[in-house]
């Protein structure tokens, strides 16, 4: 008998944790994973605290610049919802054939600010200040890759200062950076950095920086979310995409600086 018992025990352990690894398999299953545009962290976290309050279903995040997570769904598997602060980014993760078919939307817009530390006392009345204003950077995303750098440097192409675009006078101070908070990070930290950022991530810093400029003739921006195929949680991912989509979540999104749009669904490009 104490032989049979020393035999099974081993395989006992091993089916207990068996049982044990599919517990938390199923419980990892029940979260929604998105992958969303750094900009969006507090609105998202306020909603995510909501839904799961409302359903019991957790949301988990991975924030980044919308490049890097158009990459990491093109490289991976398992993330339920994408939201983009560009259009552009979504239409790369489409063509691949990645997005649930009907369920892309264009959801929020938002605006594009000059701002400086609280400590600093530069002044702009008009965009062209920007170039003779006393900052050693101008903090933005990647102006190559980061839809915020992309917004900005289409906007500062697009003013012209004694003849040529306000973009040539500054583009030697340029500071890119990763995601757009990591610049509005280094205006928080730094009265020599200056930043061009949203509207919504400067007020997510308003204890540490102010705004001199706000882009009033800027380039359109659309922030775009759709499901991801092949997501864990096909079904949470409906429910979640539902959620932020309410008046209530428009709400949320307002008081964070964001323009809801309406949630209209968007044509396939």
Not at 23 to 47: C, I, N, P, Y
Not at 70 to 94: K, P, Y
Not at 230 to 253: H, M, W
Request: glycine share 8%; hydrophobic share 45%; aromatic share 6%.
């Amino acid at each position: 008998m104490k032989i049979r018992i020393l035999l099974t025990l081993p395989l006992a352990l091993s089916v207990l944790a068996a049982c044990t690894r599919g517990g938390e398999q199923k419980a990892a299953a029940k979260d929604v994973t998105v992958f969303a545009a750094a900009s969006l962290r507090e609105s998202m976290q306020e909603l995510a605290a909501g839904y799961e309050k409302e359903t019991g279903q957790k949301v988990t995040f991975n924030f980044a610049g919308s490049n890097d997570l158009a990459h990491q769904i093109d490289a991976a598997r398992g993330m339920d919802l994408f939201l983009s602060a560009s259009t552009a980014w979504m239409d790369t993760v489409q063509h691949r054939g990645r997005l649930v078919d009907g369920s892309r939307k264009d959801l929020l817009s938002n605006t594009l600010v000059v701002v400086a530390n609280t400590s600093s006392t530069a002044a702009m009345s008009d965009p062209c200040a920007l170039a003779t204003l006393p900052f050693k950077h101008i903090a933005t995303g990647d102006p190559q890759a980061v839809p915020a750098g992309i917004y900005a440097k289409k906007w500062m192409s697009s003013v012209q200062c004694g003849g040529k675009p306000l973009w040539d006078a500054v583009s030697a101070r340029i500071a890119p950076t990763p995601d757009v908070r990591a610049a509005i990070g280094l205006v928080a930290a730094d009265p020599q950095v200056a930043g061009l950022v949203y509207r919504s991530d400067q007020l997510a810093f308003a204890d540490r920086t102010k705004v001199l400029y706000e882009v009033k003739d800027g380039p359109p921006i659309r922030y775009a979310v759709a499901q991801v195929s092949e997501g864990r949680n096909p079904d949470g991912a409906k429910g979640f995409l539902a959620y932020i989509s309410t008046p209530q979540a428009a709400e949320v999104f307002a008081r964070h600086g964001f323009i809801p749009t309406g949630g209209q669904t968007a044509a396939r490009p």
